[in-house]
C-alpha cells in the first residue's frame, strides 16, 4: 500500500526549527522537483514560464490517489515523517510537509496525479485513475475532478508572489532568476545521476539531462568544456581502505548498493524503483556510510572560480566549508596559480548523524563527526591523484590524439576508415581486457630535443618533459624534508629590505646585518647550497611568500634543465621517482607533466587491423 499524506503532531511540529521559504523561481522549482524524487521519478519534466511567474513539474513518480491529493496542500502534512522519532532519521528530500502549503498561499496551485499500479494483492481491486486539484490559499481542495494522466504528478504553480508584489520587486532580473533554476537543477542532477531531466521556458526546449550510471555521465553535460576522460572517480566504505569490492544489501532488499573501485564504467549503484519507494522514502536500517568522490584531474580540468567545489550529503548539495577548504587545500600546487579544482563528493551519512533544522532551505546542516569526514576526504583526493591502478584512466588523452591522428592522415592525403571491431567493438569491455598502464614500469627509450623523455609502456608510449617532472620530484622531497644546512662560505647579499630579511629568518635561513644595505647568509636550503648561484637564489626567496612557495622555487631552480643531455640510466632513475609521487600529473606551479599515446591509438593509425590478401596481390 502507497504511505498516505497525513498531518504531523504538534509536539513534531514545534521541533522544526524553520518552514520551507519560498523566495524565488528557484526555491519552488527545488522544492517540487525534491518531491519529485522522493516520489521515485526517475523522469522530471520542468517548464518555466518566467515572465508569467508561473512553473510546472511533472514526474513519472509514484503518484497520489484522489484522498492523498486532498490533503497534499493543508499545513504540515507529508507522507515521510510521522512522529518525533523521524525528525532524526531523516532519509527524503523533503520532510517538513510545508512546501505545497506555501506555494498554495503565494501562488495558484494546482496537481494533477495518478498512482502507479502495484502489484500486490492489496491493490488490485483498486482503481488507479487520474485527480486534477485546485487549491485555495490556505491549501484547501476547491475544485476536483477526474483527469486522463500517466502514472506520476504534474504539479503547476501560477502568478507566483502576486499577492505579495514587493517581493516581486525585490528579485533580480528575469535571467537572473532563470540561470538560478538552471543552476538549481545542475546541482540535483548531479546528486542523482538516474533521473532524466527535460528543462523548457515556455513551451520550447531549453535543455537536457541525460540520466548516467554515477555523476561522471552528468557532469560533463553541466560543463561542456569537460569530457568524461578529464574525469576521475572512487566510491568508499567510510572508515574501509581503498579496495572496496562488496554488496551491500539494505531490509527486504529495498535498496542495493555495490561499491568498487574504479574503472568507473564498473561501479553500479542500485536504484531505487517506484515499487521499493512505495512509503516514498527508502526504509534504512545498519545504515553503510560512504563517501563517492569525482574530481577533475588537474593536469587537464580546472576552473577561474571555485564554483564547481560540492559537497552533496545523502541527495543534496549543502554548504560545509571546511569540507570545501580541505577540498582546496588538497589540490594545492596542482593547478596553475589562481586556479581551482572540479570536485563533487558525495557523502552518505547515516541520518542519526545529521540535523537538517540549521536552514529553512536545508541547504546548511550540522554533521557530526566533520574532522573525521574530512581526514577521509584528504586521503581519498591525495589516493585518486596518484598513479596506480585504481586511479589512472585507462586512456590518457586518447580522444586528443586520435584527432591529432585523423589530422596527420588528412594531412597526407589519406581517408578516414572506421576501425575494425577487433580494435573498437565494445569500449568498456576492450579497456578492461587491456593490461593497465601501470602494470609494468615505464622503460626509457630516448630523449627527444634534450627536452623530453620517451618511455615505452605495456599500452604505448609516453612522452614526460624532464624538467617539470624532476620539479615535482624535487618539491615534494622537499615538503617531506626542508633542509637548511650551513654555508662554508657566508654570502653577501646587498640591497635586502627589512621585509625581505623576515622572509628569509621565517623560513630558517640565517641572516645577519653586515654592513650598510648589506648582510650576511650562513645557511642556505641544502638544494643551494652548492650551487654557484646561491646568491641570486637566496634573493629569490627573499621576494616574498610562505615556506610552499621557497620550496616550489627551489625545487624549479634545482631541478633538471630543458636541454640537458641525460644518460639511459638517468632518465631511468628520473621516471622511477616521478611515479613514486604523491601528485605526478603536474608540476607545483600546474603544468602538465606526460603526454600518453595508447597502443589502440597507433594501431588505429598505422591500419594493423588491415587484413594482408589476395586483393593486394599478394
Same mark, same amino acid.
Given at each position: 500500500?502507497?504511505?498516505?499524506?497525513?498531518?504531523?503532531?504538534?509536539?513534531?511540529?514545534?521541533?522544526?526549527a524553520?518552514?520551507?521559504?519560498?523566495?524565488?523561481?528557484?526555491?519552488?522549482?527545488?522544492?517540487?522537483?525534491?518531491?519529485?524524487?522522493?516520489?521515485?521519478a526517475?523522469?522530471?519534466?520542468?517548464?518555466?514560464?518566467?515572465?508569467?511567474w508561473?512553473?510546472?513539474?511533472?514526474?513519472?513518480?509514484l503518484?497520489?490517489d484522489?484522498?492523498?491529493?486532498?490533503?497534499?496542500a493543508s499545513?504540515?502534512?507529508?507522507?515521510?515523517?510521522?512522529?518525533?522519532?523521524?525528525?532524526?532519521?531523516?532519509?527524503?528530500?523533503?520532510?517538513?510537509?510545508?512546501?505545497?502549503?506555501?506555494?498554495?498561499?503565494?501562488?495558484?496551485l494546482?496537481?494533477?496525479?495518478?498512482?502507479?499500479?502495484?502489484?500486490?494483492d492489496?491493490d488490485?481491486?483498486?482503481?488507479?485513475?487520474?485527480?486534477?486539484?485546485?487549491?485555495?490559499t490556505?491549501?484547501?481542495?476547491?475544485?476536483?475532478?477526474?483527469?486522463a494522466?500517466?502514472?506520476g504528478?504534474?504539479v503547476?504553480?501560477?502568478?507566483?508572489?502576486?499577492?505579495?508584489?514587493t517581493?516581486?520587486?525585490?528579485?533580480?532580473?528575469?535571467?537572473?532568476q532563470?540561470?538560478?533554476?538552471q543552476?538549481?537543477i545542475?546541482?540535483?542532477?548531479?546528486?542523482?545521476?538516474?533521473?532524466?531531466?527535460?528543462?523548457?521556458?515556455?513551451?520550447?526546449?531549453w535543455?537536457?539531462?541525460?540520466?548516467?550510471?554515477?555523476?561522471?555521465?552528468?557532469?560533463?553535460?553541466?560543463?561542456r568544456?569537460?569530457?568524461?576522460?578529464?574525469?576521475?572517480?572512487?566510491?568508499?566504505?567510510?572508515?574501509?581502505?581503498? &579496495?572496496?569490492s562488496?554488496? %551491500?544489501?539494505?531490509? +527486504?532488499? =529495498?535498496?542495493n *548498493?555495490e561499491?568498487?573501485?574504479?574503472?568507473? /564504467?564498473?561501479?553500479?549503484?542500485?536504484?531505487?524503483?517506484?515499487?521499493?519507494?512505495?512509503?516514498?522514502?527508502?526504509?534504512?536500517?545498519?545504515f553503510?556510510?560512504?563517501?563517492?568522490?569525482?574530481?577533475?584531474?588537474?593536469?587537464?580540468?580546472?576552473?577561474?572560480?571555485?564554483?564547481?567545489?560540492?559537497?552533496?550529503?545523502?541527495?543534496?548539495?549543502?554548504?560545509?566549508?571546511?569540507?570545501?577548504?580541505?577540498?582546496?587545500?588538497?589540490?594545492?600546487?596542482?593547478?596553475?596559480?589562481?586556479r581551482?579544482?572540479?570536485?563533487?563528493?558525495?557523502?552518505?551519512?547515516p541520518p542519526? &548523524?545529521i540535523?537538517?533544522n %540549521?536552514?529553512?532551505? +536545508?541547504? =546548511?546542516?550540522? *554533521?557530526?563527526?566533520?574532522?573525521?569526514w574530512? /581526514?577521509?576526504?584528504?586521503?581519498?583526493?591525495?589516493?585518486?591523484?596518484?598513479?596506480?591502478?585504481?586511479?589512472?584512466p585507462?586512456?590518457?588523452?586518447?580522444?586528443?590524439?586520435?584527432?591529432?591522428?585523423?589530422?596527420?592522415?588528412?594531412g597526407?592525403g589519406?581517408?578516414?576508415?572506421?576501425?575494425?571491431?577487433?580494435?573498437?567493438?565494445?569500449?568498456d569491455?576492450?579497456?578492461?581486457?587491456?593490461?593497465?598502464?601501470?602494470a609494468?614500469?615505464?622503460?626509457?627509450?630516448a630523449?627527444?630535443?634534450?627536452?623530453?623523455?620517451l618511455?615505452e609502456?605495456?599500452t604505448?608510449?609516453?612522452?614526460?618533459?624532464?624538467?617539470?617532472?624532476h620539479?615535482?620530484v624535487?618539491y615534494?622531497?622537499?615538503?617531506?624534508?626542508?633542509?637548511?644546512?650551513?654555508?662554508?662560505?657566508?654570502?653577501?647579499?646587498?640591497?635586502?629590505?627589512?621585509?625581505?630579511?623576515?622572509?628569509?629568518?621565517?623560513?630558517?635561513?640565517?641572516?645577519?646585518?653586515f654592513?650598510?644595505?648589506?648582510?650576511?647568509?650562513?645557511?642556505?636550503?641544502?638544494?643551494?647550497?652548492?650551487r654557484?648561484?646561491?646568491?641570486?637564489?637566496?634573493?629569490?626567496?627573499?621576494?616574498g611568500?610562505?615556506?610552499?612557495?621557497?620550496?616550489?622555487?627551489?625545487a624549479?631552480?634545482s631541478?633538471?634543465?630543458?636541454?640537458?643531455?641525460?644518460?639511459?640510466?638517468?632518465?631511468?632513475?628520473?621516471?622511477?621517482?616521478?611515479?613514486?609521487?604523491?601528485?605526478?600529473r603536474?608540476?607545483?606551479?600546474?603544468r602538465?607533466?606526460c603526454?600518453?599515446?595508447?597502443?589502440s591509438?597507433?594501431s588505429?593509425?598505422f591500419?594493423r587491423?588491415?587484413?594482408?590478401?589476395?586483393?593486394?596481390?599478394?
Amino acid at each position: 500500500m502507497q504511505s498516505g499524506i497525513y498531518p504531523l503532531p504538534t509536539e513534531v511540529i514545534h521541533l522544526i526549527a524553520a518552514g520551507e521559504v519560498i523566495d524565488s523561481l528557484a526555491a519552488a522549482v527545488r522544492e517540487l522537483v525534491e518531491n519529485s524524487l522522493d516520489a521515485g521519478a526517475t523522469r522530471i519534466t520542468v517548464s518555466v514560464w518566467a515572465e508569467q511567474w508561473r512553473l510546472q513539474v511533472a514526474d513519472n513518480g509514484l503518484g497520489m490517489d484522489c484522498q492523498n491529493l486532498k490533503q497534499a496542500a493543508s499545513p504540515h502534512s507529508t507522507s515521510k515523517i510521522r512522529d518525533r522519532q523521524d525528525l532524526w532519521n531523516i532519509t527524503s528530500l523533503g520532510f517538513r510537509g510545508e512546501a505545497l502549503h506555501s506555494l498554495a498561499q503565494l501562488a495558484q496551485l494546482q496537481i494533477a496525479s495518478c498512482p502507479l499500479p502495484f502489484s500486490s494483492d492489496a491493490d488490485l481491486g483498486q482503481e488507479r485513475e487520474g485527480w486534477q486539484v485546485t487549491y485555495d490559499t490556505q491549501g484547501l481542495p476547491v475544485e476536483m475532478a477526474p483527469v486522463a494522466i500517466a502514472p506520476g504528478t504534474i504539479v503547476t504553480v501560477d502568478h507566483l508572489f502576486a499577492s505579495l508584489p514587493t517581493r516581486r520587486q525585490g528579485l533580480p532580473s528575469f535571467a537572473h532568476q532563470l540561470k538560478a533554476v538552471q543552476a538549481t537543477i545542475h546541482h540535483i542532477a548531479l546528486c542523482h545521476p538516474q533521473v532524466t531531466w527535460q528543462v523548457q521556458q515556455g513551451d520550447r526546449g531549453w535543455f537536457t539531462l541525460f540520466s548516467g550510471k554515477t555523476a561522471r555521465q552528468i557532469l560533463p553535460q553541466l560543463l561542456r568544456e569537460v569530457e568524461v576522460s578529464d574525469l576521475q572517480e572512487v566510491e568508499q566504505v567510510a572508515g574501509c581502505g581503498f &579496495q572496496v569490492s562488496g554488496k %551491500r544489501e539494505e531490509e +527486504k532488499g =529495498e535498496r542495493n *548498493l555495490e561499491l568498487k573501485i574504479f574503472p568507473a /564504467e564498473m561501479l553500479r549503484v542500485g536504484k531505487a524503483s517506484p515499487k521499493n519507494l512505495q512509503n516514498s522514502k527508502f526504509k534504512i536500517q545498519n545504515f553503510t556510510p560512504s563517501l563517492y568522490l569525482l574530481l577533475g584531474l588537474p593536469d587537464r580540468c580546472h576552473r577561474r572560480r571555485p564554483d564547481w567545489v560540492s559537497v552533496a550529503v545523502n541527495g543534496r548539495l549543502v554548504h560545509l566549508p571546511e569540507i570545501e577548504q580541505t577540498i582546496l587545500a588538497a589540490f594545492r600546487r596542482t593547478l596553475p596559480r589562481d586556479r581551482y579544482p572540479v570536485c563533487f563528493v558525495h557523502l552518505q551519512v547515516p541520518p542519526a &548523524q545529521i540535523d537538517w533544522n %540549521r536552514h529553512p532551505a +536545508k541547504s =546548511e546542516i550540522y *554533521l557530526h563527526h566533520l574532522d573525521d569526514w574530512r /581526514e577521509q576526504i584528504a586521503a581519498v583526493i591525495d589516493q585518486a591523484l596518484r598513479l596506480n591502478p585504481n586511479s589512472l584512466p585507462e586512456t590518457l588523452y586518447s580522444d586528443r590524439i586520435g584527432h591529432l591522428l585523423k589530422t596527420a592522415e588528412t594531412g597526407g592525403g589519406w581517408n578516414t576508415s572506421q576501425p575494425s571491431k577487433e580494435i573498437e567493438g565494445d569500449q568498456d569491455e576492450f579497456l578492461a581486457s587491456s593490461p593497465h598502464p601501470l602494470a609494468s614500469t615505464l622503460k626509457a627509450l630516448a630523449q627527444v630535443h634534450n627536452t623530453y623523455i620517451l618511455a615505452e609502456h605495456s599500452t604505448g608510449i609516453w612522452m614526460i618533459e624532464q624538467h617539470i617532472a624532476h620539479e615535482r620530484v624535487l618539491y615534494e622531497q622537499l615538503c617531506d624534508r626542508w633542509q637548511i644546512v650551513p654555508l662554508e662560505t657566508p654570502i653577501i647579499l646587498n640591497g635586502l629590505t627589512n621585509v625581505q630579511v623576515e622572509q628569509l629568518q621565517r623560513i630558517e635561513i640565517d641572516v645577519e646585518p653586515f654592513g650598510e644595505q648589506s648582510w650576511v647568509a650562513r645557511s642556505a636550503p641544502a638544494l643551494l647550497a652548492a650551487r654557484s648561484d646561491c646568491a641570486d637564489a637566496l634573493t629569490e626567496l627573499s621576494l616574498g611568500g610562505d615556506l610552499q612557495t621557497a620550496q616550489v622555487a627551489t625545487a624549479c631552480r634545482s631541478a633538471i634543465r630543458n636541454g640537458t643531455v641525460l644518460s639511459l640510466s638517468a632518465m631511468q632513475t628520473l621516471l622511477t621517482q616521478w611515479q613514486q609521487t604523491r601528485n605526478p600529473r603536474t608540476c607545483p606551479h600546474g603544468r602538465p607533466i606526460c603526454l600518453t599515446l595508447e597502443e589502440s591509438s597507433l594501431s588505429r593509425f598505422f591500419r594493423r587491423h588491415w587484413v594482408i590478401g589476395k586483393s593486394h596481390g599478394i
